[in-house]
């Protein structure tokens, strides 16, 4: 039993003596212990078991399983929320004095975090550019511990070269953490590429439905061990129920992805000949500036398009508003789809300058493709446009 799709839905808690086929939920804040003895064991680490949920939960137990055995990662964490598992881990692993180097692109509580709550305990930060390869090196400095990345990036879906950057993190003995959460571990696998750390927001494409918050940080066992000690003593751990929720859901991870990337690049396609459009972009398509590194570390190009609307914030908060069946909402990974406007909303607490630096013009609409019927999709996103035309 080797392939992705057989593990996310095979990979299950221990069946208990009621011989359940599903697992079942472990709604409980406490374990019990046989004896004084087992209690005093569990605790001083010499006989494995759960002692409570803040710590480690079988439900909870169950999903990082499958994170790990789906991002070939050797252990892991799993926290309320996407942001939560950002946080803890650059925390557990930095000091003060320590130095970030981070891709440009991130998504806005992520710079949030950088310029104004690291700050505050002397852990300082440098962008870099992705379409400047050469600037990353000149950026790292002896107190330089972690580079971190999100590919594709949210929303502007640049690309970063995994082997290229595996290499130079190496040359320098950093840590590596690359956001995942864009591709998820059927389209991409940064392991591959010689990263450390793998993030996931659990609340986009691993649920898929809007239904549960997560987060989750899965790799290498020595800083996965730093990052729980962490954790289980400052609280942000995932609850047993939605770790639940999120363990059924990866075992249609697979077939999600798949319809989601296909709906993507038909969408993509189409609206790369709609007149109200001055630029789409999406990693598949052969106009995407990273189209030919794209397609070397991703199976496919993912559920996430953005088009630049020609006239601007007005012609986008048009087009927003003529939206009929796609739903307005911040979030993504959805099964339905969902029209973002970045600049006004997620990246809104970026200044004009950072936004401009990342790509996140006036008239950028990020669209999550969801799993509706594709003529359905394009329908709406076409008769929304042809309203920005006339006005």
Same mark, same amino acid.
């Given at each position: 039993?080797?392939?992705?799709?057989?593990?996310?839905?095979?990979?299950?808690?221990?069946?208990?003596?009621?011989?359940?086929?599903?697992?079942?939920?472990?709604?409980?804040?406490?374990?019990?212990?046989?004896?004084?003895?087992?209690?005093?064991?569990?605790?001083?680490?010499?006989?494995?078991?759960?002692?409570?949920?803040?710590?480690?939960?079988?439900?909870?137990?169950?999903?990082?399983?499958?994170?790990?055995?789906?991002?070939?990662?050797?252990?892991?964490?799993?926290?309320?929320?996407?942001?939560?598992?950002?946080?803890?881990?650059?925390?557990?692993?930095?000091?003060?004095?320590?130095?970030?180097?981070?891709?440009?692109?991130?998504?806005?509580?992520?710079?949030?975090?950088?310029?104004?709550?690291?700050?505050?305990?002397?852990?300082?930060?440098?962008?870099?550019?992705?379409? !400047?390869?050469?600037?990353?090196?000149?950026?790292? @400095?002896?107190?330089?511990?972690?580079?971190?990345?999100?590919?594709?990036?949210?929303?502007?879906?640049?690309?970063?070269?995994?082997?290229?950057?595996?290499?130079?993190?190496?040359?320098?003995?950093?840590?590596?953490?690359?956001?995942?959460?864009?591709?998820?571990?059927?389209?991409?696998?940064?392991?591959?590429?010689?990263?450390?750390?793998?993030?996931?927001?659990?609340?986009?494409?691993?649920?898929?439905?809007?239904?549960?918050?997560?987060?989750?940080?899965?790799?290498?066992?020595?800083?996965?061990?730093?990052?729980?000690?962490?954790?289980?003593?400052?609280?942000?751990?995932?609850?047993?129920? !939605?770790?639940?929720?999120?363990?059924?859901?990866?075992?249609?991870?697979?077939?999600?992805?798949?319809?989601?990337?296909?709906?993507?690049?038909?969408?993509?396609?189409?609206?790369?000949?709609?007149?109200?459009?001055?630029?789409?972009?999406?990693?598949?398509?052969?106009?995407?500036?990273?189209?030919?590194?794209?397609?070397?570390?991703?199976?496919?190009?993912?559920?996430?398009?953005?088009?630049?609307?020609?006239?601007?914030?007005?012609?986008?908060?048009?087009?927003?508003?003529?939206?009929?069946?796609?739903?307005?909402?911040?979030?993504?990974?959805?099964?339905?789809?969902?029209?973002?406007?970045?600049?006004?909303?997620?990246?809104?607490?970026?200044?004009?300058?950072?936004?401009?630096?990342?790509?996140?013009?006036?008239?950028?609409?990020?669209?999550?493709?969801?799993?509706?019927?594709?003529?359905?999709?394009?329908?709406?996103? @076409?008769?929304?446009?042809?309203?920005?035309?006339?006005?």
């Amino acid at each position: 039993m080797s392939k992705k799709e057989t593990k996310a839905i095979r990979l299950q808690a221990k069946r208990s003596h009621n011989r359940e086929h599903s697992v079942p939920l472990y709604l409980t804040s406490s374990f019990m212990f046989e004896d004084a003895e087992q209690a005093r064991a569990i605790f001083a680490d010499e006989e494995q078991g759960n002692i409570y949920s803040r710590y480690s939960n079988p439900n909870v137990d169950e999903l990082l399983e499958k994170v790990c055995y789906l991002e070939k990662a050797e252990d892991g964490f799993a926290f309320s929320s996407g942001m939560a598992a950002i946080f803890s881990s650059l925390a557990a692993l930095l000091k003060s004095g320590d130095h970030i180097l981070a891709a440009r692109a991130v998504f806005g509580s992520t710079h949030q975090l950088l310029t104004k709550v690291f700050s505050k305990w002397g852990i300082t930060f440098s962008y870099a550019d992705v379409s !400047n390869p050469d600037e990353w090196e000149s950026l790292i @400095t002896p107190a330089t511990k972690i580079i971190l990345v999100e590919t594709p990036s949210n929303p502007g879906l640049e690309i970063i070269d995994l082997e290229w950057l595996g290499k130079l993190s190496k040359k320098h003995n950093l840590i590596l953490a690359v956001d995942n959460c864009f591709a998820t571990p059927m389209l991409q696998t940064p392991a591959d590429y010689g990263t450390d750390l793998i993030i996931h927001s659990a609340t986009k494409y691993m649920d898929g439905q809007g239904r549960v918050l997560g987060g989750l940080v899965v790799g290498r066992a020595d800083l996965i061990a730093e990052i729980r000690f962490f954790s289980r003593h400052t609280g942000p751990a995932m609850s047993p129920f !939605n770790a639940w929720v999120i363990s059924r859901s990866l075992e249609t991870l697979s077939l999600r992805m798949d319809k989601h990337c296909s709906n993507a690049l038909q969408l993509a396609q189409t609206l790369e000949k709609h007149e109200a459009v001055e630029v789409v972009r999406y990693p598949f398509l052969p106009s995407f500036p990273q189209y030919e590194l794209a397609r070397k570390q991703m199976k496919q190009g993912g559920g996430i398009v953005t088009l630049t609307i020609k006239g601007g914030f007005d012609a986008a908060k048009r087009f927003l508003d003529n939206l009929d069946l796609i739903s307005l909402s911040s979030n993504l990974g959805d099964t339905r789809t969902i029209a973002t406007h970045p600049a006004s909303t997620t990246h809104s607490k970026l200044t004009e300058e950072e936004r401009q630096a990342t790509g996140i013009t006036p008239g950028l609409v990020r669209v999550s493709v969801g799993l509706e019927h594709v003529e359905d999709i394009i329908a709406d996103i @076409t008769q929304a446009l042809d309203k920005v035309l006339v006005g």
